[in-house]
């Protein structure tokens, strides 16, 4: 079975740029997030999507940054623009929900996209 | 920002030794999580401790809840080369929209010498 699938991999831009992530869940998976990790820190939750409703953006800042889950499954992050401290890397994971305990509520990340901004 | 304290920073030892790391927090959780990360990847779900004092065993893993729901440990016995990364712990408070939300610590970056 597929893990959780992030693309691109890398990106480099130009700051004031605009740049999209694109994560692609396990299949059956309700709940998605998104997390902002930085060199030498955890990540730290970005949003999460109980399937297409966003119930925790608190840390997202909405002035550049924006996502969305449309029917669900797919989601796409985007910042715009881009800043020289945007430069990080955002991770995506999904879980079947986030009640209860294990297996339920387990979260499985994908890869990354590393991105940075000159 | 995030409210874990995790440490050592970083840890060098010689294949076959044992590790153990720890994480506090200011804030009482409910869960506690110990996750590893290998470079260019994301995190490893490795234990999930559900309970105050227990003590949670994966092969050569070993980890505790603290009594207090405040501090947690993992203990990895025997190191081989293939223990290396970086180990996050993570805890989850119940309530409102954030039941679930995950806070990760800094992370332990462990090299292991052949």
């Known amino acids: 079975e597929a893990g959780v699938v992030q693309s691109p991999r890398y990106k480099i831009i130009e700051k004031k740029q605009p740049v999209a992530f694109w994560c692609n869940p396990i299949s059956g998976h309700n709940t998605l997030y998104w997390y902002l990790q930085n060199l030498g820190q955890g990540p730290e939750l970005l949003i999460r999507?109980?399937?297409?409703?966003?119930?925790?953006d608190s840390q997202l800042p909405k002035d550049r940054f924006s996502a969305e889950r449309l029917k669900g499954v797919d989601s796409t992050l985007k910042i715009q623009p881009a800043e020289l401290g945007d430069s990080a890397v955002y991770l995506c994971?999904?879980?079947?929900?986030?009640?209860?305990?294990?297996?339920?509520?387990?979260?499985?990340f994908g890869p990354g996209t590393r991105l940075t901004v000159l | 920002g995030q409210q874990l304290n995790q440490s050592p920073q970083s840890m060098f030892i010689q294949e076959g030794e044992d590790v153990s790391m720890n994480c506090t927090s200011s804030s009482i959780f409910n869960t506690w999580l110990w996750y590893k990360q290998d470079p260019g990847e994301g995190p490893v779900l490795l234990i999930a401790l559900y309970k105050a004092g227990e003590l949670t065993s994966n092969g050569r893993l070993t980890a505790q809840f603290g009594i207090t729901r405040k501090d947690s440990f993992l203990n990895i016995s025997a190191s081989i080369p293939s223990d290396v990364g970086i180990y996050f712990c993570a805890g989850t408070t119940a309530g409102g929209t954030s039941y679930g939300k995950l806070t990760f610590g800094q992370g332990t970056i462990l090299t292991v010498h052949p």
């Open positions: 994971a999904s879980s079947l929900g986030v009640w209860g305990t294990l297996p339920d509520n387990e979260q499985f």
């Open positions: 999507y109980e399937n297409e409703e966003a119930v925790d």
